[in-house]
C-alpha cells in the first residue's frame, strides 16, 4: 500500500487537561483537540481525507465521489479536500426529496462547489455509485470512490499519525494509567487507533463509544487496523475480539440524541466552552461521563478525542435545539 500525504490539518492539535469538568465529574479528564484540525472546519475526518486526496491524485482521478447522510462531516470535509486538489466532487447524499434548507455541513458542501446527487435510502448507495462512475467515465472523467466514512485502510492512516502525535503529548505528562476515548461509527478512526498504538508500541486503553448500532463493526475494524499495521511493517493479529466497542449509548440510533447527549453538549459548553455535536462527540462524552460517575476510570488520566463535527449543531431540528436551550441549562 502506497502511503502518500496531502498536507491539510493544522498538526499537532492541543490536548489539554478540562478542569472544570474534571473537577465536577471526580476523574482526570483531557481532550485531544482534533476538532481543531482546521481545514473545511476541522474534526477527524480532515486527517483521513489527508491520505485519501493523496490516493486520488496518485490514481490520476480528476473526480471525487463520496457518500453519507444529509448532514455527514465526512462529505464537508472530502468535498472541500477535492476541491482544493482541483478536483471535480459528487456526493451521493441520503434523502430522495432533494435539499432542505442549505444549514450546517449540507451548507459548506454546496460552498465547496461540490455536486449533489440524491438516494431514497442506503441500500441504494452501490447502484448509484455504480451508475456515477459510468456516466463520468462517458464524459471523460476518471472517478475515485472514498467509501463511507472514509474508513479504509488508507483513510484510517490519519489516525496512526493521530497516535504518535498523542504519543509524544503524553510522554511529556507525568506518567499515568491513561484511556483514550472517543466516538465510533464507520470505524476507522478505531482502525486507525490501535494500529496506530500497535505501531508505537504506546501503553494506553482505547474505548469507542458507539454512535449507532451495528452489530458487524468490530469484524471490519480488525481487519483494517491489521491492513494499516501492515502498511508499516507490523505483523498485528487484531481480532473483532480485540475492538474495544462501548454499545451502550447508541439510544433509538444513528442521528437521534439521547436526553444524556444533550445533557453533556450543554455541560461541556457551559463548564468549558467547547462545543461537541449531537451525533458523534455528544453521544460520545454521554458515555464517557456516565462511566467516569460509575468509577470505570478511577487511578486513570481519561483522554478525549474530540472528533469535531459541531456544523451540525447548526443544522439540529428543533427539537434537539429545543431541548438543548431548556431553561435547566441556565445558571
Ligand atoms: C464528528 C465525528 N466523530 C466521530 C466520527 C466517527 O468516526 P469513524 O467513522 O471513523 O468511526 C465521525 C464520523 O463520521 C464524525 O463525523
Redesign the pocket.
Known amino acids: 500500500m502506497h502511503i502518500e500525504r496531502t498536507p491539510l490539518a493544522l498538526l499537532p492539535t492541543p490536548l489539554h487537561r478540562l478542569d472544570v469538568l474534571s473537577r465536577a465529574v471526580g476523574a482526570d479528564l483531557w481532550v485531544k483537540r482534533d476538532d481543531l484540525t482546521g481545514f473545511g472546519m476541522g474534526?477527524?475526518?480532515v486527517r483521513k481525507a489527508e491520505y485519501l486526496i493523496a490516493d486520488a491524485l496518485r490514481c490520476r482521478a480528476d473526480a471525487v465521489i463520496t457518500l453519507g447522510a444529509e448532514q455527514?462531516?465526512?462529505v464537508r470535509v472530502i468535498a472541500a479536500a477535492a476541491r482544493r486538489s482541483n478536483l471535480a466532487c459528487h456526493l451521493i447524499l441520503n434523502g430522495a426529496g432533494g435539499d432542505g434548507p442549505l444549514r450546517g455541513n449540507l451548507l459548506l458542501d454546496k460552498l465547496a462547489g461540490a455536486r449533489v446527487h440524491r438516494i431514497g435510502s442506503p441500500s441504494e448507495r452501490r447502484g448509484a455509485i455504480t451508475a456515477l462512475v459510468s456516466r463520468l467515465r462517458e464524459s471523460g472523467r476518471t472517478a475515485y470512490v472514498v467509501p463511507v466514512?472514509g474508513?479504509n485502510a488508507i483513510g484510517a492512516q490519519g489516525y496512526v499519525d493521530a497516535v504518535a502525535e498523542l504519543a509524544v503529548q503524553l510522554a511529556a505528562l507525568p506518567p499515568r494509567p491513561t484511556t483514550v476515548v472517543f466516538?465510533?461509527?464507520?470505524?476507522?478512526?478505531?482502525a486507525g487507533v490501535l494500529a496506530g498504538r500497535h505501531v508505537a508500541g504506546l501503553d494506553v486503553g482505547v474505548m469507542g463509544i458507539r454512535v449507532d448500532a451495528d452489530e458487524g463493526a468490530a469484524e471490519g475494524i480488525s481487519f483494517i487496523a491489521r491492513d494499516v499495521a501492515r502498511a508499516h511493517g507490523a505483523s498485528y493479529s487484531c481480532t473483532p475480539g480485540d475492538v474495544p466497542l462501548v454499545a451502550d449509548y447508541v439510544g433509538e440510533g444513528y442521528g437521534i440524541a439521547t436526553p444524556e447527549c444533550i445533557q453533556a453538549v450543554g455541560q461541556v459548553y457551559r463548564q468549558e466552552g467547547i462545543l461537541l455535536?449531537p451525533v458523534?462527540?455528544g453521544k460520545a462524552m454521554a458515555g464517557l461521563l456516565d462511566l467516569a460517575h460509575k468509577g470505570a476510570f478511577d487511578g486513570r488520566r481519561v483522554v478525549f478525542i474530540h472528533?469535531?463535527?459541531e456544523p451540525s449543531l447548526f443544522a439540529a431540528d428543533a427539537s434537539t435545539v429545543e431541548a438543548l436551550t431548556r431553561p435547566a441549562g441556565q445558571a
Not at 466516538?183 to 478505531?190: D, F, L, N, V, Y
Open positions: 474534526g477527524n475526518k455527514s462531516n465526512h466514512g474508513s466516538a465510533t461509527s464507520s470505524g476507522g478512526t478505531m455535536d458523534y462527540t472528533t469535531g463535527g
